[in-house]
Protein backbone atom coordinates (compact mmCIF):
# COMPACT_ATOMS: atom_id res chain seq x y z
CA UNK A 1 0.00 0.00 0.00
CA UNK A 2 1.38 3.48 -0.75
CA UNK A 3 1.84 6.18 1.56
CA UNK A 4 -1.09 7.97 -0.20
CA UNK A 5 -3.45 5.05 0.28
CA UNK A 6 -2.29 4.66 3.65
CA UNK A 7 -3.07 8.32 4.36
CA UNK A 8 -6.45 7.93 2.95
CA UNK A 9 -6.98 4.54 4.78
CA UNK A 10 -6.39 7.11 8.09
CA UNK A 11 -9.09 9.28 6.52
CA UNK A 12 -12.08 6.51 5.83
CA UNK A 13 -11.33 4.99 9.20
CA UNK A 14 -12.71 8.22 11.08
CA UNK A 15 -15.90 8.08 8.82
CA UNK A 16 -18.37 5.68 8.24
CA UNK A 17 -16.68 4.98 4.41
CA UNK A 18 -15.12 1.52 3.66
CA UNK A 19 -12.69 2.03 0.39
CA UNK A 20 -12.53 -0.32 -2.21
CA UNK A 21 -8.65 -0.85 -2.62
CA UNK A 22 -7.35 -2.12 -6.34
CA UNK A 23 -3.68 -2.35 -5.42
CA UNK A 24 -4.07 -6.34 -3.58
CA UNK A 25 -6.81 -7.34 -5.89
CA UNK A 26 -5.31 -6.24 -9.21
CA UNK A 27 -1.76 -8.24 -7.85
CA UNK A 28 -4.02 -11.43 -7.44
CA UNK A 29 -5.59 -11.06 -10.91
CA UNK A 30 -1.54 -10.21 -12.64
CA UNK A 31 -0.05 -13.04 -9.92
CA UNK A 32 -2.77 -15.24 -11.92
CA UNK A 33 -1.88 -14.02 -15.66
CA UNK A 34 1.64 -14.72 -14.84
CA UNK A 35 0.89 -18.56 -14.12
CA UNK A 36 -1.36 -18.79 -17.12
CA UNK A 37 1.35 -17.27 -19.41
CA UNK A 38 3.74 -19.44 -17.76
CA UNK A 39 2.22 -22.44 -18.71
CA UNK A 40 1.49 -21.79 -21.98
CA UNK A 41 4.74 -21.30 -22.49
CA UNK A 42 5.89 -24.27 -20.88
CA UNK A 43 2.90 -26.34 -22.93
CA UNK A 44 3.31 -24.29 -26.11
CA UNK A 45 6.38 -22.07 -26.34
CA UNK A 46 4.54 -19.37 -27.26
CA UNK A 47 5.03 -16.45 -25.15
CA UNK A 48 2.23 -13.98 -24.54
CA UNK A 49 3.25 -10.75 -26.20
CA UNK A 50 1.86 -7.22 -25.72
CA UNK A 51 2.83 -4.35 -28.48
CA UNK A 52 2.90 -1.17 -27.13
CA UNK A 53 2.08 1.92 -29.86
CA UNK A 54 2.76 5.47 -28.70
CA UNK A 55 2.80 8.36 -31.38
CA UNK A 56 4.31 11.58 -30.23
CA UNK A 57 6.42 12.23 -27.14
CA UNK A 58 4.02 13.51 -24.52
CA UNK A 59 5.84 12.72 -21.28
CA UNK A 60 2.55 11.49 -19.49
CA UNK A 61 1.94 8.83 -22.11
CA UNK A 62 5.52 7.78 -22.25
CA UNK A 63 5.18 6.98 -18.65
CA UNK A 64 1.90 4.60 -18.98
CA UNK A 65 3.41 2.69 -21.80
CA UNK A 66 6.59 2.34 -19.85
CA UNK A 67 4.32 1.15 -16.75
CA UNK A 68 2.28 -1.01 -18.91
CA UNK A 69 5.72 -2.60 -20.25
CA UNK A 70 7.33 -3.40 -16.78
CA UNK A 71 4.42 -4.84 -15.46
CA UNK A 72 4.07 -7.20 -18.48
CA UNK A 73 7.80 -8.11 -18.24
CA UNK A 74 7.42 -8.97 -14.16
CA UNK A 75 4.27 -11.19 -15.40
CA UNK A 76 5.99 -12.93 -17.92
CA UNK A 77 4.63 -11.32 -20.47
CA UNK A 78 6.84 -10.20 -23.66
CA UNK A 79 6.46 -6.56 -25.04
CA UNK A 80 7.29 -4.93 -28.29
CA UNK A 81 7.87 -1.54 -28.36
CA UNK A 82 6.49 1.16 -31.42
CA UNK A 83 7.32 4.71 -31.13
CA UNK A 84 6.21 6.56 -33.99
CA UNK A 85 7.22 10.42 -34.63
CA UNK A 86 4.19 13.27 -33.47
CA UNK A 87 4.11 13.98 -36.99
CA UNK A 88 2.74 10.43 -37.81
CA UNK A 89 -0.08 10.68 -40.42
CA UNK A 90 -3.40 8.36 -40.37
CA UNK A 91 -2.33 6.49 -42.79
CA UNK A 92 0.99 5.59 -41.18
CA UNK A 93 -0.51 4.66 -37.82
CA UNK A 94 -3.59 2.63 -39.72
CA UNK A 95 -0.62 0.55 -41.56
CA UNK A 96 1.32 -0.27 -38.87
CA UNK A 97 -1.63 -0.91 -36.88
CA UNK A 98 -2.62 -3.42 -39.26
CA UNK A 99 0.73 -5.08 -39.57
CA UNK A 100 0.68 -5.52 -35.97
CA UNK A 101 -2.47 -7.42 -36.21
CA UNK A 102 -1.18 -9.68 -39.02
CA UNK A 103 2.08 -10.49 -36.75
CA UNK A 104 1.45 -13.72 -35.41
CA UNK A 105 3.57 -12.97 -33.07
CA UNK A 106 2.09 -10.25 -31.57
CA UNK A 107 -1.35 -11.20 -29.40
CA UNK A 108 -2.37 -8.10 -28.21
CA UNK A 109 -2.25 -4.35 -29.02
CA UNK A 110 -2.37 -0.89 -27.13
CA UNK A 111 -2.87 2.35 -29.33
CA UNK A 112 -2.02 5.36 -25.96
CA UNK A 113 -4.75 7.53 -26.19
CA UNK A 114 -4.54 10.46 -26.43
CA UNK A 115 -3.21 10.53 -30.07
CA UNK A 116 -1.91 13.73 -32.01
CA UNK A 117 -4.55 15.79 -33.02
CA UNK A 118 -3.89 15.22 -37.30
CA UNK A 119 -4.33 11.67 -36.60
CA UNK A 120 -8.16 10.11 -36.64
CA UNK A 121 -8.51 8.12 -33.36
CA UNK A 122 -11.21 6.07 -34.44
CA UNK A 123 -9.55 4.83 -37.67
CA UNK A 124 -6.38 3.91 -35.94
CA UNK A 125 -8.36 2.56 -33.46
CA UNK A 126 -10.17 -0.05 -35.77
CA UNK A 127 -7.48 -0.72 -37.47
CA UNK A 128 -6.46 -3.30 -33.99
CA UNK A 129 -7.73 -7.26 -35.47
CA UNK A 130 -11.00 -7.68 -32.78
CA UNK A 131 -8.78 -10.92 -31.12
CA UNK A 132 -5.62 -8.34 -30.36
CA UNK A 133 -7.99 -5.32 -28.60
CA UNK A 134 -6.96 -6.16 -25.10
CA UNK A 135 -7.29 -2.42 -24.53
CA UNK A 136 -10.71 -2.86 -25.37
CA UNK A 137 -11.24 0.33 -27.73
CA UNK A 138 -12.48 -0.70 -30.88
CA UNK A 139 -16.22 -0.83 -31.83
CA UNK A 140 -16.09 -4.42 -31.90
CA UNK A 141 -15.24 -4.98 -28.21
CA UNK A 142 -17.58 -2.12 -27.82
CA UNK A 143 -20.51 -3.89 -29.05
CA UNK A 144 -19.68 -6.77 -27.00
CA UNK A 145 -19.60 -4.90 -23.56
CA UNK A 146 -23.12 -3.30 -24.75
CA UNK A 147 -24.62 -6.91 -25.33
CA UNK A 148 -23.44 -8.14 -22.45
CA UNK A 149 -21.36 -10.95 -24.94
CA UNK A 150 -17.96 -11.77 -24.30
CA UNK A 151 -15.12 -10.07 -25.64
CA UNK A 152 -12.54 -7.80 -24.55
CA UNK A 153 -13.51 -5.05 -22.17
CA UNK A 154 -12.43 -1.52 -22.24
CA UNK A 155 -9.45 -2.00 -19.54
CA UNK A 156 -10.69 1.05 -16.93
CA UNK A 157 -14.52 0.19 -17.13
CA UNK A 158 -13.47 -3.30 -16.64
CA UNK A 159 -11.51 -3.00 -13.91
CA UNK A 160 -14.46 -0.94 -12.58
CA UNK A 161 -16.80 -3.76 -12.58
CA UNK A 162 -14.26 -6.49 -11.13
CA UNK A 163 -13.97 -4.12 -8.22
CA UNK A 164 -17.51 -3.40 -7.49
CA UNK A 165 -17.71 -7.37 -7.74
CA UNK A 166 -14.98 -7.87 -5.39
CA UNK A 167 -16.61 -5.50 -2.89
CA UNK A 168 -20.37 -7.28 -3.31
CA UNK A 169 -21.90 -4.19 -4.48
CA UNK A 170 -25.05 -5.07 -5.84
CA UNK A 171 -25.78 -4.12 -8.94
CA UNK A 172 -28.84 -4.97 -10.09
CA UNK A 173 -31.59 -1.98 -10.37
CA UNK A 174 -28.89 -0.03 -8.86
CA UNK A 175 -28.89 3.35 -9.81
CA UNK A 176 -25.16 4.63 -11.23
CA UNK A 177 -25.23 7.69 -12.19
CA UNK A 178 -21.79 7.63 -14.80
CA UNK A 179 -20.37 11.49 -15.01
CA UNK A 180 -18.15 11.47 -18.34
CA UNK A 181 -18.92 9.74 -21.65
CA UNK A 182 -15.40 9.14 -22.95
CA UNK A 183 -15.24 6.09 -25.62
CA UNK A 184 -12.60 4.64 -23.50
CA UNK A 185 -14.18 5.15 -20.16
CA UNK A 186 -17.48 6.57 -19.44
CA UNK A 187 -19.47 5.21 -22.22
CA UNK A 188 -18.45 1.73 -21.81
CA UNK A 189 -18.56 2.11 -18.01
CA UNK A 190 -21.89 2.75 -17.84
CA UNK A 191 -22.65 -0.25 -20.89
CA UNK A 192 -20.93 -2.76 -18.56
CA UNK A 193 -23.00 -1.63 -15.89
CA UNK A 194 -26.33 -1.28 -18.17
CA UNK A 195 -25.67 -5.02 -18.71
CA UNK A 196 -25.15 -6.19 -14.93
CA UNK A 197 -28.86 -4.44 -14.67
CA UNK A 198 -27.95 -1.40 -13.32
CA UNK A 199 -30.07 1.37 -13.95
CA UNK A 200 -27.35 3.75 -15.94
CA UNK A 201 -27.96 7.72 -16.12
CA UNK A 202 -25.02 9.07 -18.78
CA UNK A 203 -23.82 12.77 -17.84
CA UNK A 204 -21.36 14.77 -19.19
CA UNK A 205 -20.45 18.84 -19.69
CA UNK A 206 -23.74 19.43 -21.50
CA UNK A 207 -25.91 17.92 -18.58
CA UNK A 208 -27.93 19.68 -16.48
CA UNK A 209 -27.96 20.10 -12.45
CA UNK A 210 -25.63 17.60 -12.32
CA UNK A 211 -25.19 17.68 -8.43
CA UNK A 212 -28.94 16.65 -8.07
CA UNK A 213 -28.68 14.16 -10.57
CA UNK A 214 -25.84 12.72 -8.38
CA UNK A 215 -27.75 12.62 -5.77
CA UNK A 216 -30.12 9.87 -6.69
CA UNK A 217 -27.26 7.69 -7.48
CA UNK A 218 -26.55 4.71 -5.63
CA UNK A 219 -23.50 4.62 -7.50
CA UNK A 220 -21.53 6.97 -8.28
CA UNK A 221 -18.60 6.73 -11.18
CA UNK A 222 -16.38 9.31 -11.79
CA UNK A 223 -14.74 10.17 -14.82
CA UNK A 224 -14.59 13.38 -15.97
CA UNK A 225 -10.69 14.66 -15.56
CA UNK A 226 -10.94 17.52 -13.32
CA UNK A 227 -9.73 17.78 -9.74
CA UNK A 228 -12.03 17.01 -6.88
CA UNK A 229 -15.14 17.51 -9.12
CA UNK A 230 -17.39 15.71 -7.14
CA UNK A 231 -18.04 17.12 -4.24
CA UNK A 232 -19.41 15.78 -1.03
CA UNK A 233 -22.68 17.10 -0.71
CA UNK A 234 -23.86 16.33 -3.95
CA UNK A 235 -23.64 12.42 -2.43
CA UNK A 236 -26.85 10.11 -0.92
CA UNK A 237 -25.52 9.15 2.04
CA UNK A 238 -24.19 5.57 1.62
CA UNK A 239 -23.41 6.21 -1.61
CA UNK A 240 -20.74 3.85 -3.31
CA UNK A 241 -18.06 6.16 -5.50
CA UNK A 242 -15.65 4.97 -8.02
CA UNK A 243 -13.40 7.15 -8.66
CA UNK A 244 -11.81 6.62 -12.09
CA UNK A 245 -10.18 10.30 -12.25
CA UNK A 246 -6.48 11.22 -11.85
CA UNK A 247 -4.72 14.33 -12.52
CA UNK A 248 -1.45 15.68 -11.97
CA UNK A 249 -0.63 15.39 -7.80
CA UNK A 250 -2.07 11.68 -7.16
CA UNK A 251 -5.89 13.99 -7.19
CA UNK A 252 -8.74 12.18 -8.02
CA UNK A 253 -12.21 13.72 -9.72
CA UNK A 254 -13.82 12.86 -6.35
CA UNK A 255 -13.34 15.47 -3.36
CA UNK A 256 -11.87 12.28 -1.21
CA UNK A 257 -12.26 13.76 1.69
CA UNK A 258 -15.63 15.11 1.58
CA UNK A 259 -17.04 11.91 0.43
CA UNK A 260 -15.38 9.87 2.21
CA UNK A 261 -18.05 11.23 5.02
CA UNK A 262 -21.12 10.72 3.00
CA UNK A 263 -20.44 7.35 1.09
CA UNK A 264 -20.43 3.56 2.35
CA UNK A 265 -17.61 2.83 -0.23
CA UNK A 266 -14.75 4.70 -1.58
CA UNK A 267 -12.12 4.30 -3.88
CA UNK A 268 -8.40 6.30 -2.92
CA UNK A 269 -6.71 7.62 -5.54
CA UNK A 270 -3.87 6.26 -5.99
CA UNK A 271 -4.45 2.95 -5.33
CA UNK A 272 -8.30 2.36 -6.17
CA UNK A 273 -9.33 2.00 -10.03
CA UNK A 274 -5.64 2.51 -11.50
CA UNK A 275 -3.93 -0.47 -10.56
CA UNK A 276 -7.18 -2.68 -11.98
CA UNK A 277 -6.48 -1.27 -15.10
CA UNK A 278 -3.23 -2.29 -16.04
CA UNK A 279 -4.20 -5.97 -14.21
CA UNK A 280 -7.27 -6.36 -16.86
CA UNK A 281 -4.47 -5.40 -19.39
CA UNK A 282 -2.08 -8.08 -18.51
CA UNK A 283 -5.18 -10.45 -18.24
CA UNK A 284 -6.57 -9.87 -21.23
CA UNK A 285 -2.90 -10.54 -23.22
CA UNK A 286 -2.66 -13.63 -21.50
CA UNK A 287 -6.58 -14.24 -22.90
CA UNK A 288 -5.42 -13.31 -26.14
CA UNK A 289 -2.31 -15.37 -25.91
CA UNK A 290 -4.42 -18.75 -25.04
CA UNK A 291 -6.83 -18.09 -27.80
CA UNK A 292 -4.78 -17.40 -30.74
CA UNK A 293 -2.62 -20.18 -29.75
CA UNK A 294 -5.59 -22.53 -29.59
CA UNK A 295 -7.00 -21.33 -33.06
CA UNK A 296 -3.43 -22.05 -34.95
CA UNK A 297 -3.26 -26.18 -33.29
P1 LIG B 1 -12.12 12.76 -21.44
O1 LIG B 1 -12.00 12.00 -22.71
O2 LIG B 1 -11.57 14.13 -21.35
O3 LIG B 1 -13.67 12.80 -21.05
C1 LIG B 1 -14.12 13.56 -19.97
C2 LIG B 1 -15.61 13.46 -19.89
O4 LIG B 1 -16.04 14.29 -18.81
C3 LIG B 1 -16.34 13.95 -21.15
O5 LIG B 1 -17.38 13.06 -21.49
C4 LIG B 1 -16.90 15.30 -20.74
O6 LIG B 1 -18.13 15.63 -21.33
C5 LIG B 1 -17.11 15.12 -19.24
N1 LIG B 1 -17.11 16.40 -18.56
C6 LIG B 1 -16.21 17.41 -18.68
N2 LIG B 1 -16.60 18.47 -17.92
C7 LIG B 1 -17.74 18.10 -17.31
C8 LIG B 1 -18.62 18.75 -16.42
N3 LIG B 1 -18.40 20.00 -16.01
N4 LIG B 1 -19.71 18.08 -16.00
C9 LIG B 1 -19.96 16.80 -16.41
N5 LIG B 1 -19.16 16.14 -17.27
C10 LIG B 1 -18.07 16.78 -17.71
O7 LIG B 1 -11.45 11.95 -20.24
P2 LIG B 1 -11.28 10.36 -20.01
O8 LIG B 1 -10.21 9.85 -20.89
O9 LIG B 1 -12.61 9.70 -20.03
O10 LIG B 1 -10.68 10.39 -18.54
C11 LIG B 1 -11.45 10.83 -17.44
C12 LIG B 1 -10.58 10.74 -16.18
O11 LIG B 1 -10.19 9.40 -15.97
C13 LIG B 1 -9.28 11.53 -16.25
O12 LIG B 1 -8.99 12.02 -14.95
C14 LIG B 1 -8.24 10.49 -16.64
O13 LIG B 1 -6.94 10.81 -16.18
C15 LIG B 1 -8.78 9.29 -15.90
N6 LIG B 1 -8.36 8.00 -16.47
C16 LIG B 1 -7.91 7.06 -15.59
C17 LIG B 1 -7.54 5.82 -16.05
C18 LIG B 1 -7.06 4.81 -15.07
O14 LIG B 1 -6.43 3.84 -15.47
N7 LIG B 1 -7.36 4.97 -13.80
C19 LIG B 1 -7.60 5.52 -17.42
C20 LIG B 1 -8.10 6.48 -18.30
C21 LIG B 1 -8.48 7.73 -17.80
P3 LIG B 1 -18.32 15.89 -22.93
O15 LIG B 1 -18.34 14.52 -23.54
O16 LIG B 1 -19.60 16.59 -23.03
O17 LIG B 1 -17.13 16.70 -23.36
Known sequence: MTTETAARETIARETTAR???????????????AARAKVLQETTGVQPCLATVLVGDDPASATYVRMKQNRSKKAGIGSRSIVLPAETTTEEL????TK???????HGIL?????????????A??????????????MHSFAAMAFGEPGFRSCTPGGILRLLEAYDVPLAGAHTVVIGRSPIL???AGMLLLASNATVTYTHSRTKDLAELVRQADIVVAAVGKPNFVRGSWLKPGAVVVDAGYNEGNVGDVHFEEAAQVASLVTPVPGG????????????????AEAQTAARR
Not at 111 to 123: K, N
Not at 273 to 288: H, N, R, S, W, Y
Open 19 to 33: LMIGTDLAAAMVERA
Open 94 to 97: VAEL
Open 100 to 106: LSEDPEV
Open 111 to 123: LQHPVPAQIDERA
Open 125 to 138: FEAIAPGKDVDGVT
Open 186 to 188: GKP
Open 273 to 288: VGPMTIALLLEQTVDA
